[in-house]
């Protein structure tokens, strides 16, 4: 789908429909909807005189304007009340009106912002590109018999003197949600196809496309950087692991330096400490973290903020073999700490261990890993919010303000020394599991010790990685997108206020 922009009268636009978003019970109209309803014979006052319409939110009216239009359909979308009015909703608003579109097999569709004082035409139409690109999304895999994008083509009212902040939102909001569809795409894909690999070569294109750096150690470089850890969980698999490296800025050593590295466990069976069938479902998107940040990386670049980032993926499956892994076993991480396997299933915290020991050598400002950790924290937050773990606390604010702008959010939990007992053990520097309680602050607790630096961050997105319901721009099934808008707001937030 194309966004372009038109400046002619919207009376005399031709197209499918012509959609206007509409605010609670305010029927004192600008002047624009004030002509449309006037072309309309007062249709649109009319709905609200009925009660038919009273813009509440997820309210959509039609009418047809027999003529006195160039349109063929107007669109009313209700915002809600305009105080309460943030770009989630407007994002939200946008993606009813596109799957609307397609439900009416619409292929041009012409829309007019909501101008208002609380939100520029920039931020406005930056939102309304995140909302109809992300609420068209369909994500069609490897079906013989796929359906059409529709709308094709979508435009956007702009006056002449808003048509340069409306440019820049739209190529923004583009941007944004190309990142996020890129990080969908590669959660939605089949573990026989998405290997640690395929994961690799996507990186590529995305760094061809954002202007990264990339570098892709293979399993002999990773044996030659003692990553233990790593090597631990990939031993079990012939599909053989990766350790991706991409970097924005990467020569830009005076820049402060952001890490962001992701959980790339292209498919957890659990190993010997073997899921249950149902229990495997799903566990094709245990590289969400390394897909969001992929997306992140690709948003960044293609923004071209104004630091050095670098985004690290440590990529395995995890497999049961005669070579696998075993609980008892006893590993050495790249920090030379050693760990006492309790359970081949909690192999993330092992490959993310050797990745946040890696992050030390570009004297990161801050560290943010995020990853499909643990169960516990779904039992927790649900699909809520993600967990999340701190050790700073401008840190902790950014991603928050990150968090809240837009809609991916995070809930603080702690780091208390007790969770660090519970992984003490009798035999190596520590056990990869704590016991029964609170398996996520302990799987933190875990991680934390292989940092070494002091602003660290830990995202466990377990419950937000697939099938979020009720939101109009996120798929109810597959592949959510969370983490990519999140970490590049953050890191842009970051850029601003550091
Ligand atoms: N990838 C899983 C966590 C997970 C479970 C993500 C369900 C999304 C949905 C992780 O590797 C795992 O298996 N964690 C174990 C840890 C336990 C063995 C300490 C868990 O949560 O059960
Ligand atoms: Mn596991
Ligand atoms: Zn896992």
């Known amino acids: 789908m194309e966004i372009k922009l038109f400046s002619t009268s919207a009376l005399q636009q031709e197209t499918d429909a012509l959609v206007l978003y509409l605010f609670e019970n305010e029927t004192t109209f600008d002047p624009l909807t004030s002509a449309i309803d006037q072309a309309l014979n007062h249709g649109l006052q009319d709905l609200f005189t009925h009660g038919d319409f009273t813009g509440k939110s997820a309210q959509i ?13 107007v669109m009313f979308i209700g915002l809600g009340q305009r105080a309460d009015l943030k770009l989630e909703g407007f994002r939200r608003a946008v993606a009813s009106s596109v799957k609307k579109a397609r439900e009416l097999k619409l292929n041009r569709v012409a829309a007019i912002l909501p101008f208002s004082e609380t939100w520029s035409a920039l931020d406005l139409s930056r939102a309304f590109a995140e909302g109809a690109h992300l609420g068209a999304y369909i994500y069609q895999g490897q079906k013989s018999e796929t359906t059409e ?28 949600a190309s990142g996020t569809i890129t990080t969908r795409n590669l959660v939605n894909l089949p573990p026989n196809i998405c290997t640690p690999t395929y994961l690799s070569s ?7 496309r954002a202007g990264l750096k990339i570098t892709v150690l293979d399993k002999d470089q990773i044996e030659e950087l ?80 104004p630091l050095r980032v670098v985004g690290l993926i ?38 993310l261990a050797d990745a946040l020991v890696y992050a030390k050598r570009y004297n990161p400002a801050a560290v943010v890993d995020i990853a499909t950790l643990t169960g516990a924290c779904i039992v927790a937050l649900g699909s809520a919010a993600a967990g999340f773990f701190c050790t700073d606390d401008h840190l902790r604010d950014l991603l928050q303000a990150a968090g809240n702008a837009t809609h991916e959010r995070l809930w603080q939990l702690p780091l208390y020394p007790e969770y660090k007992k519970a992984i003490e053990s009798d035999t190596a520097d ?25 602003a660290w961050a830990h995202i ?12 109009p721009y996120i798929p109810a099934k597959g592949g959510s997108g969370y983490g990519a808008r999140l970490l590049a707001e953050f890191v842009r937030l970051w850029g601003e206020k550091s």
């Open 226 to 305: 003692h990553m233990g850890a790593l090597l631990a969980v990939a031993q079990g698999s012939d599909t053989p692991p990766r350790f991706i490296i991409l970097e924005h800025h990467a020569a830009q050593t005076e820049l402060p330096t952001i890490v962001l590295i992701g959980k790339g466990v292209t498919f957890d069976t659990g190993g010997y400490n073997l899921k249950t069938g149902e229990g495997m479902i799903g566990m094709k998107a245990d590289m969400a973290g390394g897909a969001a940040v992929i997306g992140a990386m690709q948003i960044i670049g293609m923004l071209n903020l």
């Open 61 to 73: 009216a039609l009418i047809y304007p027999r003529g006195s239009l160039s349109a063929k359909r």
């Open 430 to 454: 520590m056990k990869n599991t704590g016991g029964r309680n609170s398996g996520v602050g302990t799987s933190a607790v875990f991680l934390q010790q292989f940092i070494d630096y002091p």
């Open 202 to 208: 996507v990186a590529r294109n995305v760094a061809d």
């Open 149 to 176: 994008e529709l709308p094709a083509i979508l435009e956007l009212f702009a006056s002449d003197d808003q048509q340069s902040s409306i440019e820049t939102g739209v190529k923004e909001g583009s941007i944004i």
């Open 314 to 351: 440590p990529a395995s499956d995890n497999m049961i073999s005669s070579t696998a892994f075993r609980p008892q076993e006893v590993v050495t991480a790249s920090n030379g700490k050693t760990i006492e396997i309790i359970s081949t299933d909690a192999e993330g915290r092992l490959l």
């Open 460 to 471: 466990d997105m377990a419950g937000v990685m697939l099938d979020l319901a009720d939101n």
